[in-house]
């Protein structure tokens, strides 16, 4: 794991072992968080050999979702799924909320089922591939109404296959940051007909966000507490012998918490998976520096190792800034090397932070000045073309690249308008030493990437 180990100091002649520093979050080449971008709620799915990460897309949910796709783990693209939308997926009952919090799974019948919030009500969607397209899979109507139970959230939704292919389905949270419960249903082999009552199975210190591991004959169910906006948001466990319980609190719970020394600010609301045999933890946390300025809701995603015992017992996970993950690359393509040049908003978003492999860090231009970055090659060289990463992957913007060999006579090499996602990809060809990229004045660039 990156960033973390033991130093060897030599002291009179004896070697003392001293714990390493905590990695700085603004480091370069950080390998935390794993997306950029501000995201929450992720669910992590790979079909073939593509990796697929769905979450929802802040501040504070949208009318879609966010999706982003990966061939090598390091690398994401992204993009918005056609279902569901806010349009598509309410009822008269939902309110006024976003969409929120995605669960998708293959089911034993070979399709993939996505379990989503929208408003305070949980709708089903189905594909034959987590690219899609989706589509509703229960006539249009929510399949658990807000109306189920008006004392709690319905909200969360978490769908488990178990063993022997039997899928259940989790749901709930709580009102006002307090008292939430967890509720548990098997489900049909249709994947959306309930099989049964649903059952309250509220483990202790439960507020929401519940995700089931097995391990041997036991059923872990993990789940979020505390408050997500502040700094208490934590992930704890429970152990049960059944999928329905009942549950006990797990020894060393909560095993995810605000670790301030190391930057990680209410870790929480995750999905487990496992590569290369290893299990780990996916989950939000709050983008860096916190808090943030206003009152916007700024998480991150990213991703640590997670031991399970064979007795159902977690261990306690270390929050990093560079976790590796066994079947992913081990870095970023990072492109061609560059030095940057250029105004920044602060000490905090210069220049250099758009080619410091960091997507916890970002170039942000100065207020009065031209919102101009300028990366120097070290001499004449062929560029292909450019990435940009921008801060909002769902905002458009207007952006051009010139190209110059000498830094004093330039030309227009690229211009697109309008332009949304991650990366931005823009094709200009030339032999330049030097390459000058004009963004709008509000923008921030979290990484440019030159091929």
């Not at 169910?221 to 059944?242: E, H, M, N, P």
């Amino acid at each position: 794991m990156r960033g973390a180990g033991v130093a060897i100091v030599v002291t009179a002649g004896l070697l003392v072992a001293a714990a390493a520093p905590a990695p700085r979050w603004d480091s370069s080449g950080a390998a935390n968080p794993l997306l950029l971008g501000y995201f929450a709620d992720p669910s992590i799915v790979r079909d073939g050999n593509r990796w697929y990460i769905f979450a929802t897309i802040d501040p504070w949910g949208d009318d879609r979702l966010g999706l982003w796709t990966s061939d090598n783990g390091r690398d994401w693209r992204f993009s918005l799924p056609n279902w569901p939308t806010k349009a598509a997926a309410t009822s008269p009952t939902s309110g006024d909320s976003k969409v929120w919090a995605p669960s998708v799974v293959k089911a034993a019948n070979g399709r993939w089922y996505m379990y989503v919030s929208v408003g305070s009500e949980v709708w089903v969607g189905s594909a034959t591939s987590p690219a899609g397209p989706w589509a509703d899979a229960n006539g249009g109507k929510p399949l658990i109404n807000k109306n189920f139970d008006l004392r709690y959230h319905m909200i969360d939704a978490e769908a488990f296959i178990d063993e022997d292919g039997q899928a259940y389905l989790y749901w709930g949270s709580g009102l006002n940051w307090v008292n939430g419960h967890c509720f548990v249903v098997k489900l049909k082999p249709d994947m959306v007909t309930f099989d049964g009552t649903p059952r309250d199975v509220t483990p202790p210190n439960y507020f929401e966000g519940p995700f089931m591991v097995r391990q041997g004959k036991h059923y872990l169910l993990t789940y979020s507490d505390g408050k997500t906006t502040t700094d208490t948001y934590k992930v704890r466990y429970a152990i049960g012998d059944t999928p329905f319980g009942p549950f006990r609190e797990g020894p060393d719970s909560p095993i995810l918490s605000t670790d301030a020394a190391r930057s990680v600010i209410s870790p929480g609301h995750h999905a487990v998976f496992r590569s290369g045999g290893q299990p780990y933890i996916l989950y939000h946390r709050h983008g860096l520096p916190f808090p943030p300025p206003g009152d916007a809701v700024l998480r991150q995603i990213a991703v640590d190792p997670l031991t399970i015992r064979a007795d159902g017992s977690i261990a306690k996970v270390v929050p990093s800034h560079g976790s590796m993950v066994s079947g992913f690359a081990a870095r970023r393509d990072a492109g061609l090397r560059w030095r940057a040049s250029g105004q920044g908003s602060d000490k905090l978003h210069g220049p250099e932070r758009a080619a410091d492999d960091n997507y916890a860090t970002w170039w942000a231009p100065a207020k009065g000045a031209a919102p101009q970055l300028t990366a120097d090659l070290g001499a004449v060289r062929p560029v292909k073309g450019s990435a940009l990463r921008m801060r909002f992957p769902t905002q458009r913007y207007t952006l051009s690249v010139e190209g110059s060999r000498d830094g004093r006579i330039w030309q227009k090499l690229a211009t697109v308008d309008q332009a949304t996602g991650s990366p931005i990809d823009l094709s200009h060809p030339a032999q330049v030493r030097y390459l000058r990229l004009q963004v709008p004045a509000d923008a921030g660039v979290w990484e440019w990437t030159l091929r």
